[in-house]
């Protein structure tokens, strides 16, 4: 589902994020991204969601070479990839139901069609009784949820999260995590990036290690 083949990514002559980066993960799988700050998780998320292209190396996703692809065919691919973030992002002057029909309407979606996506987005996140309230209402453990929910409801193939507990208390924290095991039960890849090395611990999957820019841990199954 996401390889990524000797890739490297340099920011002007000074700063390299990411150095000959190799690992494969398959269609379904659950796997953690850790490192220091700075160690290039996040840049190696953006080269997923094409934000960002790699100076050398390629990177595929669902059999797709991302590195040439146009500007034009950009769009279609992140329909295909659900992300999560750890200020949820969400927008204050709709409700919960309108922030999570988002990316629907966006992919022009027919009417009909949305209320009972959304609906069923929300239910598998437990909210589905608080669709008509303001996400300023919720509690941060649900806002992360409602963000979840946006996520998922045009049911990509590929599920990115950045830090998605970083605000959390354990219990919540946890309660994310069983959510992302959820979804990858049912076919969905999910790379989450997290710092949370005890949580990343109880969860016992495999776990991607950068290091100043190098993948030292987690390149193969079960490492």
Known sequence: ????????????????????????LDRGELAFLTGHSGAGKSTLLKLIMLMERPSAGNVVVGGQVLNNMPRRQVPYIRRHIGVVFQNHQLLFDRTVFDNVALPLEVMGVPARDVGRRV???????????????????????????????????????????????????PKLSADIMHLFEQFSQVGVTVLIA??????????????????????TGGMNHGL
């Open 194 to 215: 997290s710092h949370d090395i005890s949580l990343i611990h109880d969860m016992g999957r495999r776990t991607l290690t950068l290091e100043q820019g190098r993948l």
């Open 1 to 24: 589902m996401i390889e990524f083949q000797q890739v490297t990514k340099r920011y002007g002559s000074d700063h390299t994020a990411l150095k000959q980066v190799n690992f494969h």
């Open 119 to 169: 609906r069923a987005a929300l239910d598998k996140v437990g909210l589905l009784s608080k669709e008509k309230m303001n996400p300023m209402q919720l509690s941060g453990g649900e806002q992360q949820r409602v963000g979840i929910a946006r996520a998922v409801v045009n049911k990509p193939p590929l599920l990115l999260a950045d830090e998605p507990t970083g605000n959390l208390d």
